[in-house]
């Protein structure tokens, strides 16, 4: 076993492996980011939404934006909710207006800004205590190599 001949055996590698192991390596991470720069990726953000009806019955819907998505604020469409009641509340919110004033927390800055409904078809809505609920940012549809980039910059 401590022979010449046989270490020499054992510890060749097979020539194809050796002249195209890494060639083959490239072109399947070059196939990997060719089919990421065609997957679509919508980026969202986790946020909560509060709903609070004042004294006349309107409703007012809040949201906490985080500062870093204020900063992506052009590239958002619209943000998703899931109230936890079923019946006429809105699932799709925009905003309009920021304000200036920026709350800063142990967990980072946020902006407390006043949401819309989207697709709310107007019916009176009764609320007995204020609530929030969880809803998502959806940013628009990038592809996953696009939004890798970014991350990595």
């Known amino acids: ?13 097979p020539p194809v492996l050796v002249r195209y192991g890494t060639v083959m390596i490239v072109a399947a991470l070059l196939v990997l980011a060719g089919i990421a720069a065609f997957v679509p990726y919508q980026p969202k953000i986790s946020i909560e939404i509060g709903v609070a009806q004042d004294e006349r019955g309107k409703v007012h819907y809040t949201a906490r ?62 609320i007995p205590a204020p609530f929030t609920f969880p809803a998502k940012i959806e940013l628009k549809y990038t592809t996953f190599l696009k939004w890798i980039v970014r991350k990595v910059e």
Do not use: C
């Open 65 to 126: 934006i985080p500062q870093r998505a204020m900063a992506q604020r052009d590239k958002i469409a619209f943000i998703a909710g899931s109230p936890p009641v079923e019946g006429p509340m809105p699932v799709r919110f925009i905003f309009h207006d920021v304000p200036d004033t920026l709350h800063v927390s142990r967990s980072g800055g946020w902006y407390e800004v006043e949401v819309y409904p989207v697709d709310h078809d107007g019916q009176a809505i009764k």
């Open 1 to 13: 076993m401590r022979s010449e001949k046989v270490r020499n055996i054992i510890g060749r590698m």
